[in-house]
């Protein structure tokens, strides 16, 4: 019995063993479940605990800060349009720049603006700007180089007056580099015009360059001058004493030294022109210079074919279309002449008086020696 009993009490520890280790193996179990649940719901706490407001002071403030808006990302400019840019750069630098080169080695650069008489309606401005005048200009503008645009005024001269001469802006010509001259139609002849060359600002300031000579457009109906220097060398004399090239009023050479560079000879009489002053004191040859001028009056008009005119008393014969021509002498003194149209009916008379002077004043002679200006 002793025997069973020892065997029985065994087996009941071993039991008891059996079981504390079931147990242990099933809480181990429960925790090792309960840890792999707590790890799922992990993030979407941590979500929750960021979205929600209350989960910290840090998140009350930041959730109590405006959010700012995310800047719009930089766009890459391409390799092109930097080029268009580029190019549209230089070419309105190229618009803006009036300097010219010399064609020649020997000639020194200078600045000149000069202004030629073509006809009655169109003039032509001719210049010549050195870079350094260019650079001058870029620094005294400064911040308003960029703004600047090339530009010719043309200014009307109303020199009638005896005490003063006031010269009016009538127009103002956008030019471009690349070019040294340009023709200006001009209007109502004859007047009087001179030309200023610089660069216009966006702030409406003026830069001057240079400015021209003046010169006075004739009267219409003479020999007009068109084309290029080939046309302008055949009419040299007629062009140059259209642009006030024997005015002593302009008083600068720069019209003068144009001629004589473009057509390579002196401008002047042509004694002078051909064998220089004092020609013929330094050959001594006898002088018989002779040099007489006088005047006439052409007198012309209108009437109707059946009137009866006269002039100063003397008929006047009018042709078929009523018209009539009268050249008279023009004598060293005033004269006042009515010329009266009758009806053929007698009825009606009209009267036009004019009034006409001529004072004729000779001077000395003048002779030249060698040397002289």
Not at 8 to 23: P, Q, T
Request: one cysteine or more.
């Amino acid at each position: 019995m002793a025997k069973r009993k020892g065997i029985s009490g065994w087996h009941a520890m071993r039991k008891d063993e059996l079981v504390k280790a079931l147990v242990k193996d099933a809480r181990a179990a429960e925790r090792k479940k309960a840890a792999r649940a707590t790890k799922k719901s992990a993030p979407a706490k941590s979500a929750k605990a960021k979205a929600s407001p209350k989960s910290s002071p840090k998140a009350k403030s930041e959730t109590a800060r405006p959010k700012r808006a995310k800047a719009a990302p930089k766009k890459k400019v391409s390799a092109r349009t930097i080029r268009k840019i580029q190019k549209a750069h230089e070419l309105r630098g190229q618009k803006r720049d009036l300097a010219t080169e010399s064609g020649s080695a020997k000639k020194k650069p200078r600045d000149r603006c000069v202004l030629l008489v073509r006809d009655s309606y169109w003039l032509q401005a001719y210049w010549e700007i050195t870079r350094e005048t260019v650079e001058r200009a870029k620094v005294a503008l400064a911040e308003h180089w960029h703004t600047a645009e090339p530009v010719l005024r043309v200014a009307e001269i109303d020199d009638t007056s005896t005490t003063s001469t006031a010269e009016r802006v009538i127009r103002e010509i956008p030019i471009h580099g690349g070019v040294n001259n340009w023709y200006i139609d001009v209007a109502e002849p004859p007047k009087t015009f001179r030309v200023t060359l610089g660069y216009k600002t966006g702030n409406k300031k003026f830069h001057v360059l240079g400015r021209s000579n003046k010169v006075s457009t004739p009267v219409p109906g003479g020999a007009d001058v068109d084309g290029n220097w080939a046309d302008i060398a055949e009419n040299c004399e007629k062009i140059f004493a259209m642009s006030g090239g024997y005015n002593s009023d302009n008083g600068n050479g720069e019209l003068k030294e144009l001629f004589e560079e473009r057509l390579r000879r002196p401008m002047g009489s042509p004694a002078t022109t051909q064998y220089g002053a004092g020609a013929d004191t330094v050959l001594s040859r006898p002088r018989q210079f002779e040099f007489n001028v006088d005047a006439e009056m052409v007198i012309f008009g209108s009437a109707d074919a059946s009137a009866y005119v006269t002039l100063a008393g003397e008929p006047v014969k009018l042709r078929s279309d009523g018209s009539f021509t009268v050249r008279l002498p023009l004598p060293d003194r005033r004269q006042v002449l009515p010329i009266v149209a009758s009806s053929a009916d007698g009825v009606e008379q009209r009267t036009t008086v004019l009034a006409v002077e001529r004072n004729t004043k000779v001077m000395e002679p003048l002779i030249k020696q060698n040397g002289d200006d």
